[in-house]
Structure formats: structure tokens, C-alpha cells
């Protein structure tokens, strides 16, 4: 089992900056990708970034060049840093980790961190 915990989360204003952290304990060392997703109202949970054990990133296309994750040497804690948001970035944002076990995915989710941008 993995545990998941988000911080970070708040009320900005657009084009201001937030940084969201992801702790994780548990089985971590099972762990092959760690990642951050989000949800707006009525809308569905969508992929907003991940990293892989090797440090491969990849970002949704509407955050490109906005968001940057990371994480310490260890896996964890994991890092989400967003620069230039914006009010469509306004949705809860949770931490995610995937472990891959005989070619079975499963997931594990935080509880969720509200993120909010006024315009």
C-alpha cells in the first residue's frame, strides 16, 4: 500500500505562482511513476503531469511550459510547480502514484488539494 498526501493548494490570482508537494509513505520503493492530476467541476479528472524513476517527464499540453514537476534525489516528495496560472488551471489537484506489478497497473490517490485562480 501507498499513502498520499497534497499540500500547497490555494487561492491565487492570475499570472501568480503556487507550488504543490506530494508525500508519499508506505510501499514508495514500489513505485515506477509518480504524477499529478486535476479536476474541475463537472468536468473529469485529466492528466496534468507525471515523472518517471528515471526523471522522464511529461505534461499535459495546456500547461506546457507553465508547470514544472520534480522531486529530491529520493522519489519522493514530488513536486508541482505552476508559474503564469491561470482561471481554467482552477480545479482540485491530486497526487498520484503508479505501481506496475506483472503487468498490472494500479493506482493510489491523495486526498486532493484545492487549487483556485482568480482572474
Known amino acids: 500500500q501507498v499513502q498520499l498526501a497534497e499540500s500547497g493548494g490555494g487561492l491565487v490570482q492570475a499570472g501568480g505562482s503556487l507550488r504543490l508537494s506530494c508525500a508519499a509513505s508506505?510501499?514508495?520503493?514500489?513505485?515506477?511513476?509518480m504524477g499529478w492530476y486535476r479536476q474541475a467541476p463537472g468536468k473529469q479528472r485529466e492528466l496534468v503531469a507525471t515523472?518517471?524513476?528515471?526523471?522522464?517527464?511529461n505534461y499535459a499540453d495546456s500547461v506546457k511550459g507553465r508547470f514544472t514537476i520534480s522531486r529530491d534525489n529520493t522519489k519522493i516528495p514530488v513536486y508541482l510547480q505552476m508559474n503564469s496560472l491561470k482561471p481554467e488551471d482552477t480545479a482540485v489537484y491530486y497526487c498520484?502514484?503508479?505501481?506496475?506489478?506483472?503487468?498490472?497497473?494500479?493506482?493510489?490517490w491523495g486526498q486532493g488539494t484545492q487549487v483556485t485562480v482568480s482572474s
Open positions: 498520484n502514484a503508479l505501481r506496475i506489478v506483472l503487468g498490472t497497473s494500479v493506482n493510489y
Open positions: 508506505g510501499n514508495i520503493f514500489s513505485i515506477n511513476v
Open positions: 515523472i518517471t524513476n528515471d526523471g522522464i517527464t
